[in-house]
């Protein structure tokens, strides 16, 4: 796989020659320019990952370039390669939007780490966009993810949403369950029928046969007008029947004639109703337990599964869960009118290794809690914010400092100069700080675990 597209900027042609092979041997695609507007040119006209350029260059130099870049293309990650002497030339850059930089001479490892990085996020932000764009318009209930485990799903989806058959959908809850019933619909010949989405478990039984079937005049007390049932509103579309398990066994044997015959009933009549519908039916688990211990019928389960779906559990994608969560903080953050927040790798690792009972449900959740700023609990193993609520509020604003400069030293692995780029202040007052918070030996931690 293309680990991404670089746009590679230096006037010593020696250099830049070899920092093309190595990054084309690691798996890169490379462009390399040896004139700074040559390569802004390029950048015009093509969507690379990411702009790595020298600074010290003759006529427009690397801060020229990240300006014009900047200003051009804002969402293009650029990363400065800088003499040993321009650390603060290369604080100001970071200020002004670059997004990291390396002192010469540079690791050649260390500089993949900073471009995967910088891809990474290059890439989630694309998708963000693309998923905005596919919220807006009719394609709003997109299935979000990378992962080898979505791209089936999307893929099977795809092959069975316009042949016209039910279809059981199988997902522990809160893997998106819905989301997969309306993408059948929404890619089906039915699209433009309506969607119509009942819930087994909460429809209490007595009012069950009224709601789902419809009844006629004068069929019980309060019945004062007839009245359409759910099969009938949603003719010529989709019937999502969800947590179909939770349905009592003698209303099964009458959803079990909709599905073989094609018609409903309604409650105080005796006329058969045909219906054109697409029923999608939705469990928790497999439902051979609840067949064994006779709680659902064998023939309904047959019936409902001559295709199936599978959605795998969040804990099946980790590799999906950075995504999803910048897509739901970002979503929330137009939604409340808020500033889009972006998790640090370092935070959105530490999601990775969480259960996710809840799934992807749960993983909205919190992202909606960071968008609002509700939930800044989402920390590194380790450096998580103190409550310290027994504290003066002095001593709470020193513990909450510590905090974040380790934070900034974790996303900079251990570099105090790329820390105090990040926090916004003089490499020097950043010393100080650590320092009075006796954080040095966490910084040589950090140095001497990245380089391990």
């Given at each position: ?24 041997v ?11 507007e ?26 020229t ?5 900047v ?10 390669i800088?003499?040993h002497g ?16 390396l ?40 299935i ?9 799903l ?14 059981l ?7 998106g ?10 890619l089906?010949?039915?699209?433009a ?7 087994c478990?909460?429809?209490p ?18 019945a004062?007008?007839d009245?359409?049932g ?11 029947l969800?947590?179909?398990e939770?349905m ?5 044997a ?17 006329r ?26 064998e ?10 779906i599978r959605i ?6 980790r590799?999906?869960i950075?995504?999803l969560f910048?897509?739901?903080?970002t979503?929330a953050?137009h ?5 889009i ?6 935070q959105?690792e ?16 919190q ?7 509700l939930?800044?609990t ?18 709470r ?17 251990g570099s ?18 650590m ?6 030996s ?11």
């Amino acid at each position: 796989m293309n680990r991404g597209h670089i746009l590679l900027v230096d006037d010593d042609r020696d250099l830049l020659k070899a920092a093309t092979d190595w990054l084309t041997v690691s798996g890169f695609s490379v462009e390399a320019f040896h004139r700074p507007e040559e390569a802004f040119t390029a950048l015009l006209r093509a969507e690379p990952h990411v702009v790595v350029t020298d600074v010290r260059m003759p006529g427009i130099d690397g801060m020229t370039l990240l300006n014009s870049i900047v200003c051009q293309k804002p969402d293009v990650p650029v990363v400065l390669i800088t003499a040993h002497g321009d650390v603060g030339l290369a604080v100001q850059a970071i200020k002004q939007g670059a997004e990291d930089f390396l002192e010469k001479p540079y690791d050649a490892e260390r500089l993949l780490t900073v471009l995967d990085k910088a891809v990474e996020k290059r890439r989630m932000k694309q998708e963000i966009v693309r998923l905005q764009n596919l919220v807006g318009g009719e394609e709003k209930d997109a299935i979000v993810g990378d992962s080898p485990a979505i791209q089936n799903l999307r893929s099977r989806v795809a092959t069975l949403a316009d042949v016209d058959i039910d279809v059981l959908v199988i997902g522990e809850t809160g893997t998106g369950k819905e989301l997969v019933a309306r993408a059948l619909h929404r890619l089906s010949r039915r699209s433009a029928g309506p969607f119509v989405a009942i819930n087994c478990g909460a429809l209490p039984e007595a009012i069950f046969e009224s709601e789902v079937f419809g009844h006629v005049k004068g069929a019980f007390t309060g019945a004062i007008a007839d009245r359409e049932g759910k099969f009938e509103h949603a003719a010529g579309g989709t019937i999502f029947l969800d947590e179909i398990e939770s349905m009592p066994l003698g209303l099964q044997a009458k959803i079990l004639r909709v599905l073989q015959e094609r018609v409903v009933e309604r409650l105080g009549e005796n006329r058969l109703r045909p219906v054109d519908v697409r029923i999608v039916a939705a469990a928790k688990s497999d439902l051979a337990p609840e067949i064994a211990a006779a709680r659902f019928r064998e023939d309904l389960f047959y019936r409902l599964a001559t295709v199936d779906i599978r959605i795998p559990p969040l804990r099946q994608r980790r590799d999906d869960i950075g995504l999803l969560f910048g897509h739901f903080a970002t979503l929330a953050a137009h939604r409340y009118g808020r500033p889009i927040r972006a998790a640090p790798a370092g935070q959105i690792e530490q999601l990775r290794q969480q259960e996710w009972r809840g799934n992807v449900r749960e993983l909205k959740a919190q992202a909606e809690r960071f968008a609002l700023g509700l939930d800044d609990t989402i920390m590194q193993a380790g450096t998580a914010a103190p409550e310290a609520t027994d504290l003066a509020l002095p001593d709470r604003l020193a513990a909450y400092e510590a905090h974040l400069i380790r934070e900034a030293l974790d996303r900079s692995d251990g570099s105090a100069a790329r820390a105090a780029a990040v926090l916004g202040i003089p490499l020097r007052t950043l010393n100080e700080k650590m320092s009075r918070r006796g954080l040095q030996s966490y910084r040589r931690r950090q140095t001497e675990n990245n380089e391990q």
